[in-house]
């Protein structure tokens, strides 16, 4: 079984065509007949997004008992949001998947084939950056995994992974940078993991990611990071992962 932790802020107003894809892949994947579970959690958001979800399950009543709506008073990020999900998530596995239609849900039964307990993603098509943000996103990946002494094609990338590994972690990036922190962190703790080739849908421009607010999180949490891994927390982050192929 598996929980497909679902982040929303604003998406029927930002992202208004793939948000309405987005509803139609996450009805079908709903009414399919397996244990998995969905919780859903909108960020603070203004707009009609949650209403148009919670509408998708009223339309499917044998499916309720699959989704649980949280809601934030106020924006606080997709990290503080995966963060509250994990204290209600009963399933073996959890999986990021975001709103706005650019990854698929993916089948957990990877993961069990593999015999691993981390499953990274990475996008197989980077036509789908612009060139700034595609020098960026290297960038970041080069710098973690130099500081990290990783060798990972996306540490920024969503993943499948046993709950149990990432309730051993305090996550400190509230934003943009939890990926990368929980990989790097499971990474660290010496998991059996893999690292898996998607099609993300969506063009990645700079104006996506990129502000202010966000560059100034990436720098606090990456020395807050620094921090526990090299001394807070030196002998839990000492191992060596296991790649699997």
């Known amino acids: 079984m598996i929980t497909y932790f679902i982040p929303v802020y604003n998406e029927s107003t930002k992202n208004k065509d793939t948000f309405y894809l987005f509803l139609k892949k996450l009805q079908k994947e ?41 809601k934030n008073s106020k924006n606080k990020g997709i990290g503080y949001s995966f963060i509250k999900s994990l ?73 499948i992974s046993d709950v149990k590994f990432i309730r051993k972690l305090t996550i400190v990036s509230k934003r943009f940078t939890f990926w990368a922190e929980i990989n790097l962190k499971l990474l660290r703790m010496g998991l059996r993991y893999s690292e898996y080739p998607l099609y993300f849908k969506n063009p990645s421009k700079i104006d996506r990611t990129v502000s202010i607010r966000n560059f100034f999180e990436v720098v606090v949490s990456y020395f807050k990071i620094i921090f526990e891994i090299y001394y807070l927390n030196k002998k839990k982050f000492s191992k060596k992962p296991v790649k699997v192929y």
């Open 30 to 70: 709903i009414i399919k007949n397996n244990n998995h579970r969905f919780i859903i959690i909108d960020d603070g958001g203004t707009d009609n997004s949650l209403s148009l979800l919670k509408n998708l399950i009223k339309e499917n009543k044998i499916t309720k008992k699959k989704v649980l709506f949280l």
């Open 87 to 159: 204290k209600y998530c009963k399933t073996k596995f959890i999986c990021p998947i975001p709103s706005d239609n650019d990854l698929p849900f993916i089948n957990p039964k990877i993961i069990l084939k593999k015999k691993i307990d981390h499953l990274i993603f990475f996008p197989e098509n980077s036509e789908k950056y612009s060139l700034a943000r595609f020098f960026l996103s290297v960038i970041f990946r080069l710098i973690y995994n130099i500081t990290f002494d990783l060798r990972v094609n996306y540490i920024q990338g969503s993943f």
